[in-house]
T-cell receptor, first 115, second 115 residues
Framework: AQKVTQAQTEISVVEKEDVTLDCVYETRDTTYYLFWYKQPPSGELVFLIRRNSFDEQNEISGRYSWNFQKSTSSFNFTITASQVVDSAVYFCALRGPGGSYIPTFGRGTSLIVHP | DTGVSQDPRHKITKRGQNVTFRCDPISEHNRLYWYRQTLGQGPEFLTYFQNEAQLEKSRLLSDRFSAERPKGSFSTLEIQRTEQGDSAMYLC?????????????FGPGTRLTVL
């Protein structure tokens, strides 16, 4: 069975602070895929990143960066110099190889960035 | 390039009534997914289509729920004899074929309130 744990229910920061959202996963598959989505108050989930299990290289996209560590089964997401527009619920998701490509989502972390 | 659209955005109904939601996927995507999301939770998989074929259904999809994708384009999700426990956000997502391009793109959702 697959499981995604986002232990942080809510994080509150002041603008310009750096913030890291944690994601820990469980799977017996050797091939798997990890995702992060952002859900702003409007409700639509916005795709941020997809990472396969064979690519442990960290990725940076503007103020966003992701740290994938298979040794600790973690795929953490860092926002540098946070902005009010980053306020949203962030979901980490995991899916196994092949089949129906259905991901298992974590419960999400609500990020509130205060001006 | 238009994204995934859903209609209606909000639906309020009385217990026992039937409701139907529509999802229009991104035009070149042949996979379409329905999810349900309740407050404080991540999206939970309901069902999945590849073209017009419904390939997988979750145990969450009781016999009061039915989904169709008759021409492999738009899809409908119908809930018969609604119950208060059906109140949730219903999300639709689409993706292209192929394990290397399976990232799901979500619509804005339909928020259902059953009184």
């Amino acid at each position: 069975a697959q499981k995604v744990t986002q232990a942080q229910t809510e994080i509150s920061v002041v603008e310009k602070e750096d913030v890291t959202l944690d994601c820990v996963y469980e799977t017996r598959d050797t091939t798997y895929y990890l995702f992060w989505y952002k859900q702003p108050p409007s409700g639509e989930l916005v795709f941020l990143i997809r990472r396969n299990s064979f690519d442990e290289q960290n990725e940076i996209s503007g103020r966003y960066s992701w740290n994938f560590q298979k040794s600790t089964s973690s795929f953490n997401f860092t926002i540098t110099a946070s902005q009010v527009v980053d306020s949203a619920v962030y979901f980490c998701a995991l899916r196994g190889p092949g089949g129906s490509y259905i991901p298992t989502f974590g419960r999400g972390t609500s990020l509130i960035v205060h001006p | 390039d238009t994204g995934v659209s859903q209609d209606p955005r909000h639906k309020i109904t009385k217990r026992g009534q039937n409701v139907t939601f529509r999802c229009d996927p991104i035009s070149e995507h042949n996979r379409l997914y329905w999810y349900r999301q309740t407050l404080g939770q991540g999206p939970e998989f309901l069902t999945y289509f590849q073209n017009e074929a419904q390939l997988e259904k979750s145990r969450l999809l009781s016999d009061r729920f039915s989904a169709e994708r008759p021409k492999g384009s738009f899809s409908t999700l119908e809930i018969q004899r609604t119950e208060q426990g059906d109140s949730a956000m219903y999300l639709c997502a689409s993706s292209p074929a192929g394990s290397g391009t399976d990232t799901q793109y979500f619509g804005p959702g339909t928020r259902l309130t059953v009184l």
